[in-house]
């Protein structure tokens, strides 16, 4: 089946630092997504794109999605502690109507 | 303002038993989903429906049965667990299943 390869697995930062993470997919999705999953808590839409090449921001996050439709990056800038948790991406599969997810980013903000 | 509720929140259980695990969503979504979440592997998908009386296979749906009488509740059922079906389980609804779903909190369930 589909995979999305989402890196890094896990990022130690700073507050106020700017934090990058990407995947990428053998196969082409025309939705990218990312979410994020706070402890003990089911995920939460941070950002949705839905054309090759839409770069669309929610506040300090950014992302993009990739010319070719097989990536997708999120920037997330000036980092504060409560960024912490775990960062998802997902890619929408036309056939099943149903998402395909990232392994996730662990974030980690030392105030 | 619910949103997707899931019951239990936490369970654990013994090789071989079986139990159902209850989503509830009062959005009048159509679409539901089950994911089970894994340390390192994300969400995987087990099984959905995109409507009242439908459900359907997802990627990981072997142990697996689900059933979907109502449009607001989808239920998951093991029928006889086994370790490896130690798992966060989350449930989730989509409106039109085309982009970003509300999420339930998860049951936390334990093999034994």
């Known amino acids: 089946g589909q995979q999305l390869n989402q890196s890094p697995q896990s990022m130690f930062i700073q507050e106020g630092e700017d934090v990058s993470m990407n995947c990428t997919s053998s196969s082409i999705f025309n939705t990218w997504l990312w979410y994020k999953q706070d402890p003990g808590e089911g995920p939460v839409l941070l950002i949705a794109?839905?054309?090759?090449?839409e770069l669309t921001s929610n506040g300090r996050l950014t992302a993009q999605f990739g010319i070719t439709r097989k990536d997708s990056f999120l920037n997330i800038s000036a980092s504060i502690p409560s960024d912490v948790g775990i960062y998802f991406c997902?890619?929408?599969?036309?056939?099943?109507?149903?998402?395909?997810f990232g392994s996730g980013t662990r974030l980690q903000v030392q105030p | 303002n619910a949103g997707v509720t899931q019951t239990p929140k936490f369970r654990v259980l013994k090789t071989g038993q079986s139990m159902t695990l209850l989503c509830a969503q009062d959005m009048n979504h159509e679409y539901m989903y089950w994911y089970r979440q894994d340390p390192g592997m994300g969400l995987r998908l087990i099984h959905y429906s995109v409507g009242e009386g439908t459900t359907a296979k997802g990627e990981v749906p072997d142990g697996y049965n689900v059933s979907r009488l109502k449009k607001q509740n989808f239920l998951l059922g093991l029928e006889s667990a086994a370790p490896s079906q130690t798992s966060v389980y989350f449930c989730?609804?989509?409106?039109?299943?085309?982009?970003?779903?509300?999420f339930g909190s998860g049951t936390r369930l334990t093999v034994v």
């Open positions: 794109l839905y054309k090759a090449g």
């Open positions: 997902a890619g929408f599969d036309t056939g099943r109507r149903a998402l395909t």
């Open positions: 989730a609804s989509s409106y039109t299943g085309d982009y970003g779903y509300t």
